[in-house]
C-alpha cells in the first residue's frame, strides 16, 4: 500500500477517461477503505485525497469522527449495507448513503427527515446473495424514492457478477440513469474500472488496488 499506488491510479483514470473521450475531472476516485485502520487512512487524506467509502456503519464510527475533524473537506460514503435500526447513526457519519436497496430502508430515512444525498444500489445481475434493487422493478423504486419519501437521489450503484462481463451491467445502469435524470453513477472498482469509466461511471471505488489484498 502507497501513495505511489494512489498516483498511479490517477493517472490510469485519466488515461482511460481520455480514451472513452471523457474529461477526467468527470470521474472520481473513492477509496474504498473498509479493515483499514486510521493510521493506514491518514496518509492519504495528508496527500489530499478527500473520497473514502466503508462498509459498516459501527467500524466508521470507530475511525472516521476524528479523521474528518481533521480533514474536514473529506466526503464518507456508505457502500455496504444498511440495516434499517441503524439508519440514525449513518447519517451522522456519512455525506452520502450508496446502498438504498428496499422500501423498508427509504421509509426509515423518511422517518429520520433525510437530506443526505443517496443512491440507489441495483442488482443488475439479479443475484440471490447481493442487495439490491432487481432491473424490473427500478422504475417504481426510484419514484417512491422521490415522491413518496422526498429522498434526494444523487446516483446509481452496482456491483456486476463475478463470473460475467460487467459491460452489459454498466450499460443497463447508465441507461437508467439518463431515464431519471439521475446525475452519477457509482460502478467499477479495482478490476473493471476502465470500463466502467467508458460506460459513463462518475465515480469508482478501489481498495485492493491501492491497501492491497485484505487480511
Known amino acids: 500500500m502507497s501513495l505511489q499506488d494512489l498516483h498511479t491510479l490517477y493517472k490510469e483514470i485519466k488515461d ?17 477503505s473498509k479493515t483499514q485502520s ?7 487524506l495528508k496527500e ?18 476524528d479523521l474528518k475533524a481533521r480533514y474536514p473537506e473529506t466526503e464518507l460514503h456508505l ?3 444498511l440495516q434499517s435500526n441503524k439508519v440514525k447513526q449513518a447519517l451522522k457519519i456519512f455525506d ?12 426509515s430515512l423518511f422517518d429520520q427527515g433525510c437530506t443526505t444525498p443517496c443512491y440507489i444500489q441495483i442488482n443488475t445481475g439479479e443475484e440471490e446473495q447481493k442487495s439490491g434493487i432487481i432491473p424490473q422493478q427500478a422504475d417504481d423504486f426510484i419514484n417512491y424514492c422521490r415522491q413518496d419519501c422526498k429522498l434526494d437521489i444523487q446516483g446509481l450503484m452496482c456491483i456486476p457478477p463475478a463470473i460475467e ?5 454498466f ?37 485492493r ?6 487480511d
Not at 486510521?38 to 492519504?44: D, K, L, Q, S, V
Not at 450499460?171 to 431515464?179: D, G, I, R, T, V
Not at 488496488?209 to 485484505?214: D, L, P, S, W
Request: glycine share 6%.
Open 48 to 65: 489530499g485525497h478527500k473520497l473514502f467509502g466503508e462498509n459498516r456503519v459501527q467500524e466508521a464510527e470507530q475511525k472516521w469522527p
Open 96 to 107: 452520502v448513503i450508496e446502498t438504498l436497496d428496499r422500501e423498508k430502508l427509504a421509509k
Open 38 to 44: 486510521a493510521e493506514t487512512i491518514e496518509p492519504f
Open 171 to 207: 450499460a443497463l445502469l447508465h441507461s437508467m440513469a439518463e431515464k431519471h435524470n439521475i446525475p452519477n453513477l457509482s460502478m467499477g472498482m479495482s478490476n473493471d474500472y476502465p470500463v466502467a469509466i467508458a460506460f459513463g461511471a462518475t465515480q469508482i471505488r478501489v481498495g
Open 16 to 32: 482511460a477517461s481520455t480514451e472513452a473521450q471523457r474529461p477526467s475531472e468527470d470521474v472520481s476516485l473513492m477509496l474504498a
Open 209 to 214: 488496488a491501492v491497501f492491497g489484498a485484505r
Open 79 to 81: 457502500i455496504g449495507p
Open 165 to 169: 462481463p460487467c459491460a452489459p451491467h
